[in-house]
């Protein structure tokens, strides 16, 4: 299973930042102020990549991901 981010990342982003999630479960943040995007986090500098989801509508250890053809596959 992939490993969850930890909520600790959440926490440390600065007010004008946020995050998004891309298809195939990769974070990314946002500078609202600046109008930009980067995969690094704002404070720590490090990548957040899980590269798999969990969603509620899968059951119990089962994630959502993608392949590098973009095809879904479940794991």
Known sequence: MAAD?????LARLPSSW????????????I????KSTTWLHPV???AV???HRNTPDLPT???EGYTFE?????I
């Open 5 to 9: 981010p930890h909520p600790d990342w």
């Open 18 to 29: 946020s995050y998004g999630v891309t298809r195939d479960g990769r974070i990314f943040f």
């Open 31 to 34: 500078n609202e102020e600046a």
């Open 44 to 46: 720590t500098g490090e």
């Open 49 to 51: 990549i899980t590269g």
């Open 61 to 63: 250890g089962w994630e």
């Open 70 to 74: 973009g095809a879904r596959c479940f």
